[in-house]
């Protein structure tokens, strides 16, 4: 059931694929995502996949509920890099564009505001209870503590973010947690730390490394880093490589071709093919791009985004415009 994405180059690792393929019954998917100002196309890779994994365990039975968890609260409470204001004027615009994204390619994607989960009771209810494990079972803890960056391990308060993700992907009965290849790092020992625990242990799904377009001239550390994970999916001015992202909802068709006549590196444009390729199938248009030389596979790029994802979510996007204007008249 799943081989096929990774033969497609959307997936890069699973934990326990085996234990997705024997889903069943009630299928809880999600995927976390802080935001800026920006809103990356790498994102409609990620919304594809949720979709197409729904379809695929609703033909074998599950009853799938997918539902994107949007960090606003790790953002303005637990690490404290974005005030109230801007976090809720950025969130809403994420939510347009997966609202866009959900109308365009036909998902049903849900949406929650951490900051919703973790002022309800379920959350409180679950946050005592990890808090509590954490406190007296020193395996637990050294297994979450694994989840941190090693350079922040001594930081005081250092336990509450894992803490607190754990708790959401508790609350959310989760299942199936899908995000970008680092995560992966963390997910492992979180999964471990929940061996032998009271809680329920989830799956995970890492998508294929997203690459920068355009010629930016990388730091070492940062092109190591991109090397290893890509640049992050959901935050398009991660590593400040914002002017060399795409953005389906902000940025003109003349402004994506001439950053991908400018791409060096072939990879974000094998990606961004991938992308339009699923976005395709979705629509009901089948291509195959096959072996090309890079000049013409960068001209096809161009052709396939706008017609799989720039003009649809154009689309999708006028045709909200005019419903909330019925509305108001």
């Not at 990620?46 to 695929?56: C, G, K, N, P, T």
């Not at 989960?117 to 005592?128: F, G, I, K, P």
């Not at 001239?217 to 992202?245: A, H, N, Q, T």
């Amino acid at each position: 059931m799943l081989d096929r994405y990774v033969d497609d180059r959307i997936v890069d690792t699973f934990l326990t694929q085996q234990e997705i393929e024997d889903s069943q019954g009630t299928v809880n998917i999600m995927m976390g995502q802080t935001f800026d100002a920006g809103q990356p196309v790498d994102m409609v890779k990620y919304a594809l996949f949720m979709m197409e994994l729904s379809d695929r365990l609703e033909e074998k039975g599950c009853r799938p509920n997918a539902t994107w968890l949007l960090a606003d609260h790790f953002m303005t409470e637990i690490n404290s890099d974005k005030g109230s204001t801007k976090a809720d004027r950025e969130m809403q615009r994420r939510i347009a564009y997966l609202e866009a994204l959900n109308q365009t390619y036909g998902g049903r994607i849900g949406m929650l505001p951490s900051s919703q989960l973790s002022r309800t009771q379920q959350y409180t209810a679950m946050l005592a209870r990890v808090q509590g494990e954490v406190e007296q079972d020193p395996e637990f803890k050294a297994k979450l503590m694994k989840t941190i960056p090693e350079d922040r391990r001594g930081s005081p308060g250092a336990l509450q973010y894992p803490i607190e993700e754990l708790t959401t992907i508790l609350t959310m009965d989760t299942d199936i947690k899908v995000g970008p290849p680092y995560e992966a790092l963390y997910d492992r020992p979180a999964r471990e730390s929940l061996d032998g625990s009271q809680f329920k242990r989830y799956s995970g799904v890492y998508l294929t490394r997203a690459f920068p377009f355009g010629n930016p001239d990388l730091r070492p550390k940062v092109k190591e880093g991109i090397e290893m994970f890509g640049i992050l999916p959901y935050k398009k001015d991660s590593k400040d490589l914002g002017k060399y992202r795409i953005d389906p909802m902000n940025d003109s068709m003349e402004k994506v071709e001439r950053l991908l006549r400018e791409t060096k590196d072939q990879r974000a444009v094998d990606d961004l093919v991938a992308i339009c390729s699923l976005a395709g199938k979705r629509l009901g248009t089948e291509f195959n791009v096959g072996e090309l030389a890079p000049q013409r596979k960068t001209e096809m790029a161009a052709r396939l985004y706008e017609e799989t994802i720039y003009r649809p979510i154009e689309g999708a996007r006028i045709a909200e415009t005019l419903r909330r204007m019925d509305e108001v008249f």
